[in-house]
């Protein structure tokens, strides 16, 4: 605002009581002698103050340029209760805040520019086009408190009306019981139950209306769907987290998941006709583009082996996102991943196919209750107009595959989804960050994989997917049996000379369950390449020439162990003697002992003595009282005492038979 202005200045103002003529307006200065200084510049002249105007001209001029109003929120709300209640107002009462708050605002500007208060009152109440009064009664409103928080101050407190209907606690909970069940009833038909019950009760109840409405305030909306709807419900009503792909390049993350073409019925090459057909899918992360798939009669681990095999022909992801079920996250493909809860984990479980290969499954939550089953992309390829209708909707499998009698050939079908596979990922306008709603997911890929190499696995890699994977122990003759094609008495055997060394270890098996007798990959617990085991076919009972032919390789591998044997023990018997014998000595002489006697080489028997009865005679004779042991043994035999069957006959039978053999007696009989 201009304080200071020349009297043609304030003379074309067009403020009230002011002369509109240069002459007139310097007539009234100098009669009433206001404020004035000499004009800087060119032309000279005197500047006359605004505080001189005259009171209506003056509350004019403040009004005309007074500063906009602040904020209806200050730059920091405290946060007391004065603004809790002022955030928790409608929209319209806090306009009307406002409103008064913009009135009182142009009466200080007034006051400050030294308009009296009542006709700075007065004036903004007609500029307002409010009483004098209402303006009067919104100062009072806000005596007293600071500033900044005149807004809430000046809230209107009315709150309408407060009055609830009343309703018998009983009724209410009842009501809620009947009302917030899984079976879903209505209003009004849980309302009409209560009047039954509140007749005879004696219940007050309100109008169905007021409890609908008491429903939707008072409980909690996720509550009602929660009890209503249940789980599914409640975790659709909550947001869902946003990722972005574009963190991974083209092919360095897939993810996949099977697809269930349960509306086609399949004649299979075997002759069998299911409703079963399981395809499995994997998507690149960051493009989208579906980059293999494999057709199967149901969803298998085989099924989903074999769709990784045709994957790894595209490109080597080194992350994988699959559900964690019993399909995918089975020990052949997943054994040793982190946070894989499927079947119990042991020390034998070994490294699983995409753990060798360098490719980290993370496990997705299929649960619809704990998890989101549609977090994968790939889902959003099977859902409603996704490659399960268009493969149904087919012009050429429209009118077929609904029964038994109409079912699709297995090779057909195989042909139309490799066709709609390419209509899905040629379709342009795709709405993803990598599309940017103008590429097709094939466009995408071609676009993220102009830049880059890709990791690629060897052939020798890739046949792994080719083959099953079963941990086994090493018999002692190092034999490795397995389970698959087994028959009701004997097992698949698999042999080689370096599995003797192996023996009684646990081993991992890879064979080709197509070919079982084309031999086995042994690899270690821990994903080392150990050896090819040739399988051991059975041979005929009465077959010589075979029998021939393995004695001559069991008489050539014994000849084999007898000279690794010799090369293993180098020095002689009578050489680790000697040198252990000077050692003894050594230690002997320096303790200061005396050399032990050479042990005597000569072979002593033992000799009975012979009877003499005139030595025997000499013999000192046996006290009286005292048993004679040698003579009963001499004429006593063990069957007199058989019949005894007391403690002391027993060892009566025992002592006898050791004085027999002392003394060289036969045993008796």
């Not at 107009?385 to 149904?392: E, M, N, P, Y």
């Not at 122990?473 to 034999?479: A, D, I, L, M, P």
């Not at 192996?502 to 080709?512: I, N, S």
């Not at 050539?556 to 023990?569: D, G, H, L, S, V």
């Amino acid at each position: 605002m201009i304080e200071w202005r020349t009297a043609a200045d304030w003379s074309s103002q067009g403020l009230p009581d002011l002369p509109t003529s240069k002459v007139g307006l310097i007539d009234r200065a100098k009669r009433e002698g206001w404020k004035s200084q000499k004009r800087q510049g060119r032309g000279g002249g005197l500047e006359y103050h605004y505080s001189s105007l005259p009171d209506r001209a003056r509350a004019a001029y403040l009004l005309r340029h007074r500063k906009p109003a602040a904020s209806a929120a200050p730059t920091e709300i405290p946060q007391d209760e004065a603004w809790a209640s002022f955030d928790q107002l409608s929209q319209t009462l806090k306009d009307k805040a406002a409103f008064r708050l913009k009135v009182l605002t142009a009466v200080e500007a007034l006051v400050d520019g030294g308009v009296g208060r009542v006709s700075a009152v007065e004036m903004v109440a007609a500029d307002a086009e409010v009483s004098p009064a209402t303006v009067r009664r919104w100062v009072r409103m806000v005596k007293g408190v600071e500033r900044r928080n005149w807004l809430p101050a000046l809230a209107p407190r009315h709150v309408g009306k407060t009055d609830r209907a009343e309703c018998d606690p009983r009724a209410w909970d009842w009501y809620l019981g009947q009302y917030l069940t899984r079976r879903g009833p209505s209003h009004a038909d849980t309302y009409r139950r209560l009047e039954e019950i509140a007749a005879i009760e004696g219940w007050v109840i309100p109008s169905a209306k007021t409890l609908e409405r008491r429903v939707e305030t008072d409980i909690d909306p996720l509550s009602v769907v929660l009890m209503r709807e249940g789980m599914e419900a409640l975790a659709r009503r909550l947001p869902k987290q946003r990722r972005d792909e574009t963190v991974f390049a083209a092919g360095e993350a897939v993810n996949g998941d099977g697809l269930k073409f349960d509306k086609l019925w399949v004649e299979f090459p075997d002759g069998e006709i299911l409703n079963t057909a399981t395809a499995w899918f994997f998507q690149d992360l960051r493009t989208r583009r579906i980059l293999a798939w494999r057709l199967g009669k149901t969803e298998n681990t085989d099924l989903f082996r074999l769709a990784t095999y045709d994957l790894t022909g595209v490109c080597a992801p080194t992350v994988m996102y699959i559900d964690n079920t019993r399909v995918a996250a089975n020990k052949l493909m997943t054994a040793g991943a982190e946070n894989r809860r499927r079947f119990k984990k042991g020390d034998h479980d070994g490294v699983g196919l995409l753990i060798a290969l360098g490719i980290e499954p993370r496990f997705t939550n299929p649960d619809k209750e704990t998890g989101n089953p549609g977090a994968k992309p790939i889902e959003r390829a099977f859902g409603i107009g996704g490659l399960h209708d268009k493969v149904a909707t087919h012009p050429s499998l429209i009118d077929r595959g609904y029964s038994k009698a109409t079912a699709i050939p297995y090779e057909e079908l195989r042909a139309v989804i490799e066709h709609e596979v390419a209509r899905h990922n040629a379709q342009t306008k795709r709405r993803t960050t990598a599309c940017r709603g103008i590429l097709s997911f094939d466009q995408a890929w071609e676009e993220a994989t102009a830049s880059i190499t890709f990791r690629r696995f060897s052939e020798r890699q890739r046949r792994l997917l080719l083959m099953v994977r079963e941990v086994v122990s090493v018999s002692q003759t190092g034999e490795i049996a397995i389970n698959a094609g087994r028959g009701a008495h004997a097992k698949n055997r698999y042999w080689t000379e370096a599995s003797a060394a192996l023996a009684g270890r646990k081993v991992v098996a890879h064979f080709d369950p197509e070919n079982l007798h084309a031999g086995i990959h042994v690899y270690s617990l821990d994903g080392r390449y150990l050896f090819e085991a040739d399988h051991m076919t059975s041979t005929a009972f009465n077959d010589t020439e075979k029998g021939r032919e393995w004695n001559k390789n069991r008489a050539r591998m014994i000849k084999a162990a007898k000279k690794q044997a010799e090369a293993t023990t180098r020095m002689s018997k009578l050489e680790r003697e000697e040198l252990y014998g000077k050692a003894v000595r050594a230690r002997a002489e320096e303790a200061g002992d005396p050399p032990a006697a050479p042990a005597s080489s000569v072979v002593a028997a033992h000799f009975r003595q012979m009877p003499d009865p005139a030595r025997d005679a000499e013999q000192p004779k046996v006290a009286p009282g005292v048993i004679d042991f040698a003579a009963m043994a001499a004429r006593q035999r063990p069957s007199e005492l058989a019949e005894d069957d007391d403690e002391q006959a027993e060892f009566m039978r025992r002592a006898l038979a050791g004085v027999r053999a002392r003394n060289g007696l036969p045993p008796a009989e």
